[in-house]
């Protein structure tokens, strides 16, 4: 099946600093989600995004479809964004209609 | 409704029992997904539903796992004769369409098996 790798697989920032999340994944894909998920354990939608670039405040995404990998990008980053970052993606053409998430990669903002 | 529901949210119950886990999915969509989150594991996918039917059950972990979903729209997962291994959190989501279509997760069903 797909693979999917996110790293780094922990970030530890500073409040206001700015970060990059990346999501590489082996083959071609026809859905690409960011997830978040808070301290609760629920996963909170960030970006659908199988190709091209979003903005939402202060997050941003970009996915390369072509050559595999997506890109979150966190500015001025606050504690509430710390939490595990998710990447998943579901295969094309999509016969499984699934979606296969990557290890995720941890985030703690530091006040 | 607003959001994906699910019930209940935390579960224990002991090696051996049957349990059933609930979720409604959001108002009008017609896709429907379980996951389960365990520490070793990550997010695995178990089942998908698209209207009543679940063409694919091979992500079940076991036949001791079946799902069900009735009107096109509330799915029961049921685990018989639980195991420690199935200590997990149960994820359901939803799209409005099966395919290429964005998913929302409801805030999952946290199992121990004791």
């Known amino acids: 099946g797909i693979q999917v790798e996110q790293s780094p697989p922990d970030l530890i920032l500073q409040e206001g600093a700015n970060s990059t999340l990346r999501c590489n994944f082996s083959?071609?894909?026809?859905?690409l989600q960011w997830f978040h998920q808070n301290p609760w354990g629920q996963l909170i939608n960030l970006f659908y995004?199988?190709?091209g670039t979003k903005q939402n405040g202060r997050l941003s995404a970009t996915t390369v479809a072509t050559e595999r990998y997506s890109l979150l990008y966190i500015s001025s980053s606050q504690t509430t964004d710390s939490g595990v970052y998710f990447c998943?993606?579901?295969?094309?053409?999509?016969?499984?209609?699934?979606?296969?998430f990557g290890k995720g990669i941890t985030l703690s903002v530091r006040p | 409704g607003a959001g994906v529901s699910q019930s209940p949210s935390n579960k224990v119950t002991e090696k051996g029992k049957d349990v059933e886990l609930r979720c409604d999915p959001i108002s009008g969509h017609t896709a429907l997904y379980w996951y389960r989150q365990s520490l070793g594991q990550g997010l695995e996918f178990l089942i998908y539903?698209?209207?009543?039917?679940?063409?694919?059950k091979s992500g079940l972990p076991s036949d001791r796992f079946s799902a069900e979903r009735t009107g096109g729209s509330v799915s029961t997962l049921t685990i018989q004769r639980t195991q420690q291994e199935d200590s997990a959190v149960y994820l359901c989501?939803?799209?409005?369409?099966?395919?290429?279509?964005?998913?929302?997760f409801g805030q999952g069903t946290r199992l121990t098996v004791v």
């Open positions: 995004i199988p190709s």
């Open positions: 989501a939803s799209s409005l369409v099966l395919g290429p279509t964005e998913a929302f």
């Open positions: 539903f698209q209207g009543n039917s679940a063409p694919d």
């Open positions: 998943a993606v579901e295969r094309s053409p999509g016969a499984n209609s699934k979606l296969t």
């Open positions: 083959d071609s894909v026809n859905n």
